[in-house]
């Protein structure tokens, strides 16, 4: 071997001992031996191919967690281990751990690392680090168009996160629970975004991300009345890192931002205090901030349930209450029905973006003291690369990402919609799944770049998923998606999903 060998055998000696010594000292805390610790792991091998006529279709491209692509012809193949953390669910501390890659073809990457984490929970407390696909807490995953605020349509953002599971208020007997979750983290996109941009358009490097939610659960589902009320307030901004050419109102020309990134950057973002460099004579909350409440009503049969959700996104203070009125939402309808070979979900969801506080904006001064909060310019910032990661929006789809821009910018240049979204799915047989996704658009564009009229644009999919008895672990998916409109245009194609799945 030559010396550059020699160095790479050392490295992977010392990675080899530190290994040993984590599971010397897991076996220690955890009261479990190391075979245990790599026991329960779950391996996902996975191979992807989409063909089509103009773009992927939307629903074939949305709500992947990022693992897709706009171009008519892609693939890629994928392998993801995991340790769930329920595999000690029966003790009090507990692990869990995942890494989740893929190679693609005309993809925005070739090599994805879509998860990386590894977690550690002790009773109700659970702490977090790397990059993790969520799991929306409200919202059918499978038949929602996606929440507003955090969705699983962009490539994960690598946290640490504090998690509080749901316990009961003291004296309540379990009427009453409260979720607690918290997190900050970096954005992986930067250079991404600098060669997606064209040369001297708005782009952003090493942005910090922070997280926020409480939820609050009323009711019981196994109560006499198994009624249940939930309620959620969820919050994000993006802080720190730097933007490069701003175009701002204390700038000639485009410049580059460098934001803090102290102590005190950290505090401001997670109170929502401070002011930006940009924001001259008026000052404004530091970074980019928006959350949205949650609201679900469900009632939980013996097979069966029925359930009425409602979210209203807002940007920075406006629309965090009701000064301005409730305008906007996304209201849905959540229905499960008793097993039966036909039909066994129905979700219904219309939403509106269209007033955003209003269409006037006007900061106090001297000769004007009135100041209006109008024009949210929802997902956008004009100092950060609006709500998105590597080009696909965290939140909900239908707010049409920047991948989807010609220009190659990374606006949002269509936030302001209305939409009603529908989803079916059945089990016809044990070994055979399907599901069904048809939304029927009218967009606006934006208030800083409005279309010339309004615009109507659908988007369909019809999906098939077969995991035959004869061949274990392995499932084929099938699905077939149409857009239709001026929007975006007519678009159509089709996604093969070979899949195989086993346990160590």
Same mark, same amino acid.
């Given at each position: ?93 507990? =692990?869990? @751990?995942? /890494?989740? !890659?893929?190679?693609? $073809?005309?993809?925005?990457? %070739? ?6 984490? +590894? ?107 198994? =009624?249940? @009320?939930? /309620?959620? !307030?969820?919050?994000? $901004?993006?802080?720190?890192? %730097? ?6 109102? +204390? ?254």
């Amino acid at each position: 071997y030559n010396r550059k060998n020699m160095t790479a055998v050392m490295r992977i000696k010392r990675f080899i001992v530190c290994l040993v010594g984590f599971a010397s000292m897991a076996d220690s805390v955890w009261g479990q031996g190391v075979s245990e610790i790599f026991s329960g792991v779950e391996v996902t091998t996975e191979a992807q191919g989409s063909l089509g006529d103009g773009k992927t279709p939307l629903w074939l491209n949305a709500n992947k967690y990022g693992l897709s692509s706009l171009d008519e012809k892609n693939c890629y193949i994928r392998v993801a281990a995991a340790r769930p953390i329920v595999v000690d669910s029966m003790k009090n501390w507990r =692990l869990g @751990y995942g /890494l989740d !890659l893929a190679v693609a $073809a005309n993809h925005s990457s %070739t090599f994805v690392v879509n998860q990386a984490y +590894v977690e550690g929970s002790y009773k109700k407390f659970l702490i977090t680090a790397g990059a993790k696909r969520r799991v929306p807490l409200l919202s059918n995953q499978m038949l929602s168009s996606g929440p507003m605020t955090y969705g699983w349509n962009s490539l994960p953002i690598p946290q640490l996160s504090l998690d509080i599971d749901w316990f009961s208020v003291p004296w309540t007997n379990d009427f009453w629970k409260i979720k607690i979750h918290g997190s900050y983290g970096m954005t992986t996109d930067g250079d991404w975004q600098k060669s997606f941009v064209r040369k001297g358009e708005h782009y952003t490097g090493n942005v910090l991300y922070h997280e926020k939610a409480i939820y609050l659960k009323f009711g019981k589902e196994d109560a006499r009345i198994p =009624l249940t @009320y939930e /309620l959620g !307030l969820q919050m994000g $901004a993006q802080f720190g890192g %730097t933007s490069y050419n701003v175009f701002g109102r +204390v700038f000639e020309e485009p410049t580059t931002v460098k934001h803090p990134v102290n102590f005190r950057a950290f505090i401001n973002a997670l109170i929502s205090q401070g002011t930006d460099e940009t924001d001259g004579s008026s000052k404004n909350t530091a970074g980019n901030h928006f959350g949205s409440w949650i609201m679900r009503l469900k009632w939980h049969g013996s097979n069966w349930s029925v359930a009425g959700r409602f979210e209203r996104y807002f940007e920075d203070q406006s629309m965090m209450f009701v000064q301005y009125g409730i305008y906007d939402h996304l209201l849905g309808a959540d229905i499960t029905l008793p097993d039966n070979p036909y039909l066994s979900a129905v979700t219904i969801e219309h939403m509106s973006t269209r007033d955003q506080s209003g269409a006037i904006l006007h900061d106090a001064a001297k000769n004007i003291p009135d100041k209006m909060n109008g024009m949210d310019n929802y997902y956008n910032h004009n100092l950060y690369s609006g709500y998105q990661h590597r080009g696909q929006a965290n939140g909900n789809p239908l707010l049409l990402s920047p991948i989807y821009n010609d220009n190659h910018s990374l606006v949002f240049f269509n936030n302001r919609l209305t939409a009603w979204h529908f989803g079916l799915s059945g089990n016809p047989l044990k070994w055979l799944n399907w599901r069904a996704l048809a939304t029927f658009t009218r967009n606006w564009g934006s208030y800083d770049a409005p279309l010339d009229d309004p615009t109507n644009q659908q988007y369909f999919l019809l999906e098939a998923s077969a995991n035959p008895s004869l061949f274990k672990g392995w499932q084929a998916v099938v699905g077939i998606g149409i857009d239709k409109g001026k929007l975006i245009g007519n678009n159509s194609g089709v996604q093969l999903t070979i899949r195989k799945t086993f346990k160590l």
